[in-house]
């Protein structure tokens, strides 16, 4: 069973930056692809940065230019580092992995900015 644990989330101010890390139980190398996902509340979980196996990243618009995804594979952990954070960009950060016909995701870890 593939674990993911995601870390580094916090209160931080208006233009402020964070950096998430999601800790996988494997090799990340062994996962088809990688995401970050985020949920406000009262809305729907939204893609925010994906970073396939063998493909390009891509980003949500609200997030281009600000947020990055990478991984160190030697540590089995893709990071997200958010800068010029906004207060919208509150949320529940997550992690998820697919490998062949499985997802899997992480618990999640909050994100606060204040104005």
């Known amino acids: 069973q593939v674990q993911l644990v995601e870390s580094g989330g916090g209160l931080v101010q208006t233009g402020g930056s964070l950096r998430l890390s999601c800790a996988a139980s494997?090799?990340?190398?062994?996962?088809?692809?990688m995401y970050w996902y985020r949920q406000a509340p009262g809305k729907q979980r939204e893609l925010v940065a994906a970073?396939?196996?063998?493909?390009?990243?891509n980003y949500a618009d609200s997030v281009k230019g600000r947020f990055t995804i990478s991984r160190d594979g030697a540590k089995n952990t893709v990071y997200l580092q958010m800068n010029s954070l906004q207060p919208e960009d509150t949320a529940v950060y997550y992690c998820r992995a697919d490998k062949s016909i499985y997802v899997y995701w992480g618990q999640g870890t909050q994100v606060t900015v204040s104005s």
């Open positions: 970073m396939p196996g063998g493909g390009r990243t």
């Open positions: 494997e090799s990340i190398f062994s996962f088809n692809a």
